[in-house]
């Protein structure tokens, strides 16, 4: 799989803004931002609003998420744009999600909304609508897809990616530093797990690094190419954003997104955790 | 509990924890304050923490630790950075020029 695949820039996006076939959509945790102004034509997706179960802690199941995509408009051939705040951690969350369910023509934005409202380009408060579709689903491809028991098998044995940033690592913050620290669920990681923040997969416009720089980034920290991996972060959509840039940049292979994260592993009574750097021993 | 990872509206009043260390001020050009702009904190290392927007007045606030650190800022109109050091729990001003 070549970058092109995986990633349009913007570019081209701007270029492509009315071809037939390419849907726009912006995914948010907090929609404010597309209602303020979005790329002109795209839709919005609401992360919790609609990607989530309103009751049980999951995901929307798979006829949920075919009349989600049929009311948006999205047909089972439309390539999918995804771009959103947060530098695309929702943009990421949804392309993993989407390819969870089977939609394979699915691209990011690279650098997501910043780096298009950084570049000036245009943005308009018109409201998007599309014709229905009916949009059919695949049932949810869990090999990139780890549960809290396989995450538990896996230490010592696959990598363990913890994403987030080393004071969360350490057990020092049970939050990233632009969120309030309320957090009830234990500090600390997975044991054996290595820290790679998200963040040192993006430049500071949110684009990613190049492989070369990727490549490095991640043998420098211990990821051991032979192995199976799972990316975790605190509600697994910054490791969303990781697990893009292993599998879908990198093409590693079985390389699995944990979504249940610190909020679930946090939480487990008799699991083992690990406090400080990791680097000590 | 937060259960999302947005960041809440920014520049609004808030109540500090007893514990919490705050890191705060407002992104402006020498027009005056400006909204929009994606504010950096990084750490002692220079390394990446957390990333705001700045609200239409030109807000941001971080939830840190003590220690050293850098707020960076870029906005359309150009980028900027300040140091702050934060020896405690509290509230640490801090603003950023951008040009």
């Keep these: 799989m070549s970058r092109e695949d995986v990633l349009v820039s913007a570019a081209w996006s701007e270029e492509n803004l009315n071809t037939p076939g390419v849907v726009f959509v912006e995914v948010d945790e907090d929609t404010t931002a597309y209602d303020g102004g ?67 023509a699915v691209k990011l934005l690279d650098g997501g909304r910043k780096k298009w409202e950084l570049d000036g380009r245009p943005l308009d408060k018109e409201t998007v609508e ?17 549960f809290r028991d396989e995450v538990v098998d896996s230490i010592g044995k696959q990598n363990l990616v913890d994403v987030r940033s080393p004071d969360e690592f350490s057990g020092k913050l049970l939050a990233p ?22 963040s040192k997969a993006a430049n500071e416009d949110g684009t990613f690094k190049s492989n070369e720089e990727l490549a490095e ?19 697994g959509e910054r490791s969303s954003h990781t697990w893009f840039a292993l599998h879908e940049l990198l093409g590693h292979q079985d390389v699995k997104n944990y979504d249940g994260s610190w909020t679930e592993y946090g939480s487990l009574v008799g699991v083992p955790v690990e406090l400080g750097s990791g680097k000590e021993g | 509990m937060s259960d999302g990872c947005g960041a809440p509206v920014q520049g609004v009043d808030i109540e500090v924890g007893d514990n919490e260390v705050v890191l705060t001020g407002k992104v402006s050009t020498a027009d005056g304050p400006v909204g929009g702009a994606y504010v950096r904190l990084l750490d ?28 960076r800022a870029l906005h359309r109109s150009g980028n900027g950075q300040a140091s702050v050091s934060a020896a405690g729990p509290g509230v640490h001003p801090v603003s950023v020029a951008v040009a």
């Design chain 1, 217 to 235: 980034i991640y043998g420098e920290a211990g990821f051991d190419g032979s192995r199976k991996t799972i990316a975790y972060c605190r509600i």
């Design chain 1, 177 to 198: 530093a632009h969120l309030p620290q309320e957090q009830a669920q234990r500090g600390g990681h997975i044991p054996s797990a290595i820290n790679v923040p998200w």
């Design chain 1, 130 to 146: 599309r014709p229905a579709t009916e949009y059919r689903a695949q049932d949810q491809d869990l090999t990139i897809r780890a």
């Design chain 1, 38 to 104: 979005h790329i002109p034509g795209a839709v919005k997706v609401d992360w919790k609003n609609e990607l989530q179960d309103p009751v049980r802690r999951d995901f929307v199941d798979r006829a949920g998420f075919e009349k989600l995509l049929s009311a948006k408009g999205i047909s089972n051939d439309d390539t999918v744009i995804l771009y959103g705040g947060n530098n695309n951690w929702f943009a990421a969350y949804a392309y993993w999600y989407f390819k969870l369910y089977g939609h394979q």
């Design chain 2, 44 to 71: 002692a290392s220079g390394e990446f923490t957390a990333e705001v927007v700045s609200s239409p007045e030109g807000d941001f606030r971080f939830f840190a630790a003590p220690g050293e650190w850098t707020i």
